[in-house]
């Protein structure tokens, strides 16, 4: 049988004032999400905790349609962008916010997953960590075309700049894909003020601790914070325990919803 673990936290950091990031946890473990807002204190705030209630709502409005999950995935971060740009227009003094959002959501025995800016998902298997999102960013678009290195990218004054997220007019489409998941597997969901602090080498040796969600996601936070905590730091871990029945992504029949 299987059992799904899960925790999330969320923490201001060490140098801002607000928390512009926002994260749920469905109760029944169906789906998770983290966004990360930007565009000014109550802007960003304010995106990225739209962002959060719109797909949640989406998700649990339209669960048993039968809406293929992929394109169930993609409505609600649609209609997540939609929600923003409709607060933009009645708050003009927010027009510039936005947020990053990844999703996880298990339906019909099937993992899914999707994701718009920088915000990560991460899959421990047994003892290696492997970064299951591809970020956004110019920066991350330059390396893949080998423009710059990956010495470069750690300091690059563009490794902030997002080509993509909630929040724009031009988005019409999310990256959703069928995520390859066994027993024993965990994920991290997480915005970038983890990953900006630590590298994928100390996420590792801290997500692989046998240790409880809450204590693991605790000692990921404090050790960002440790290591200057110069943004706000949320992570969402789900560990699936037992005997799996989700597909591995090789073994999915498109035709299945």
């Known amino acids: 049988m299987m059992n799904r673990r899960f925790t999330g936290l969320t923490d201001t950091g060490v140098l801002r004032s607000v928390n512009q990031d926002n994260f749920y946890i469905d109760p029944e473990g169906r789906f998770f999400i983290v966004a990360d807002g930007m565009g000014g204190h109550a802007g ?19 669960w048993d349609s039968d809406t ?20 933009q227009q009645e708050n003009p003094e927010r027009g510039d916010m ?10 019909n025995h099937q993992p899914w997953r999707a994701h718009i800016g920088d915000s990560r998902l991460y899959r421990l298997r047994e003892t290696r960590l492997e970064q299951i999102t591809e970020d956004h960013t110019w920066v991350a678009r330059a390396l893949k075309m080998g423009d710059i290195t990956h010495e470069q990218a750690k300091t690059h004054p563009w490794r902030h700049v997002l080509f993509q997220c909630l929040g724009r007019k031009d ?35 801290v997500f692989e601790q046998q240790e409880s969600c809450e204590v693991v996601a605790k000692n990921l936070v404090e050790a960002a914070k440790e290591a200057g905590g110069s943004d706000n730091i949320t992570v969402v871990i789900v560990v699936e325990d037992g005997d799996n029945q989700l597909l591995e992504e090789d073994d999915i029949d498109t035709d299945i919803q």
């Open 44 to 62: 960003g705030e304010e995106a990225s905790q739209i962002a959060a209630q719109q797909i949640k709502t989406y998700l649990n409005t339209h």
């Open 68 to 87: 293929p999950s992929h394109i169930l995935l993609e409505k609600a971060l649609l209609e997540a962008n939609q929600g923003i740009l409709n607060d």
């Open 98 to 107: 936005g947020t990053t959002a990844v999703v996880i959501m298990f339906r």
């Open 171 to 205: 988005v019409n489409t999310v990256e959703i894909a069928r995520l390859d998941l066994k027993a024993g597997d965990r994920l991290l969901l997480c915005s970038d003020g983890l990953t900006e602090e630590l590298p994928d080498e100390t996420i590792e040796q």
